[in-house]
């Protein structure tokens, strides 16, 4: 029969509480607890700290002796039907475990929470998205890696391991703090950083790992900035169409692949695969989004009919991001789309976004083509009907993604006042 019991070998205060485990003749082992305790104030027969005036000792420690003993019970019993190995380093590592100190391995992804994020990386290279029932995407996976990569500055910095349980408020507070001051963040990213850890702690919740209930707390986040992005009025569009760009085959090329994100909406994962599409006179048909895997379909524009018209009824070719990118922003330039406006652009020197007022044109991005669909559409259809086509989950998420600016909202009641007038 299994039997534990607590010694204190010294007579000097303070002194150490160790824990004698024992199982028949084969299993005689001593333990250190760290706990530490006045001699004066233990009971050998009682195995436990005594109740004594001016002091509330017993009132902590017993407390932990009564749950290290069931712990043990626990451990013993698990690595009993594993055909466990039970000597000296068994209890001290059982000891350690109980009281969040693990001696072996710091690379342990039950306890620390680098080790677990990579373990998660790593199984998500295989895991499948339950809402779309597709592998996880390489985009997806990028974000968890940025995060880790974070993280792993802060633990450099601060000169520690983070466990699990420590993403409470503490951390959210001193984390905030070095994205804020040592990384010069902003807001939005930072907002997106801490929403990436909380998921890992969902994750790990999920699992039955211990963590901080605080990193579900209300003020485990951070304000968000509003967006500013740029969209391209109806006028604009209509500039990029009718320029004549038959001297510059790859300006002429991004052009059209321009004027067709932005009648349709297409994401540039979608817009670069256009040629897999299923697409007649009248609508486009894709079954399988890349983003969420979805089925839309999309009605032609008449200037999309001309671009398919100029090729001879064949797309103009797929570019990559990048050039897609560079080229669109030459192409605004080129027709004109120069107006002072308020944006956030990349500074080469410091790898941040700075705000200020830039040529329109220079803010132009493959993503421009998509909000300005969702925006020139908006108010002139129903939200959801254009949410039918870019596949916007909510209509506040559709709210928040349209980009028409305060003047036009003005200019819009004016009107509106106008006809009323008259």
């Given at each position: 029969m299994a039997n534990i019991k607590y010694l204190v070998k010294s007579k000097k205060n303070p002194a150490a509480i160790y824990v004698r485990f024992y199982q028949g003749r084969g299993v005689d082992i001593t333990s250190n607890t760290s706990y530490i305790v006045n001699p004066k104030q233990w009971s050998k027969r009682l195995q436990q700290v005594t109740n004594t005036a001016?002091?509330?000792?017993?009132?902590?420690?017993?407390?932990?002796?009564?749950?290290l003993k069931d712990f043990i019970v626990a451990e013993y019993n698990e690595q009993f039907a594993d055909g466990g190995n039970f000597d000296k380093n068994w209890l001290d590592r059982t000891v350690a475990k109980f009281n969040n100190r693990p001696k072996d391995n710091?690379?342990?992804p039950n306890v620390f929470f680098i080790p677990f994020i990579e373990k998660f990386i790593d199984e998500s290279k295989s895991r499948i998205n339950p809402n779309t029932g597709k592998i996880i995407s390489r985009r997806t996976i990028q974000k968890y890696e940025t995060t880790l990569v974070r993280l792993k500055e802060f633990e450099l910095l601060h000169k520690i391991r983070i466990k699990l349980w420590d993403i409470d408020l503490e951390f959210h507070k001193a984390f905030l703090s070095f994205l804020k001051l040592e990384g010069n963040y902003g807001n939005t990213t930072i907002a997106k950083y801490l929403t990436q850890i909380k998921a890992f702690c969902r994750e790990a919740k999920t699992l039955g790992l211990k963590v901080s209930s605080e990193f579900e707390h209300r003020n485990f986040t951070a304000r968000a900035e509003k967006t500013i992005d740029v969209y391209l009025k109806e006028?604009?569009?209509?500039?990029?169409?009718?320029?004549?760009?038959?001297?510059?085959?790859?300006?002429?090329?991004?052009r059209q692949l321009m004027i067709i994100g932005l009648w349709t909406g297409l994401r540039?994962?979608?817009?670069?695969?256009?040629?897999?599409?299923?697409?007649t006179n009248e609508e486009i048909q894709i079954l399988d989004s890349k983003k969420t895997g979805g089925h839309i379909i999309i009605p032609i524009h008449p200037q999309i009919k001309s671009v398919l018209l100029e090729n001879n009824g064949e797309l103009p070719?797929?570019?990559?991001?990048?050039?897609?990118?560079?080229?669109?922003?030459e192409v605004c330039e080129e027709v004109g789309i120069k107006e002072e406006v308020i944006g956030k652009k990349m500074n080469p020197e410091t790898?941040?976004?700075?705000?200020?007022?830039?040529?329109k044109y220079e803010l132009v991005t493959s993503h421009t083509c998509r909000r300005s669909f969702a925006t020139n559409l908006y108010g002139k259809l129903p939200n959801q009907t254009i949410m039918a086509i870019t596949n916007h989950i909510s209509e506040q998420q559709f709210i928040n993604y349209v980009k028409t600016t305060q003047e036009e909202h003005v200019e819009r009641v004016r009107e509106y006042f106008n006809r009323k007038n008259k």
């Open positions: 001016g002091s509330t000792l017993d009132q902590v420690l017993n407390p932990k002796l009564k749950k710091l690379s342990d006028k604009e569009i209509d500039l990029i169409f009718k320029h004549d760009f038959s001297d510059n085959p790859r300006l002429n090329n991004a540039i994962s979608d817009l670069k695969n256009i040629h897999t599409y299923n697409i070719k797929t570019i990559s991001d990048q050039k897609f990118n560079k080229y669109v922003k790898k941040r976004k700075e705000k200020g007022y830039y040529p």
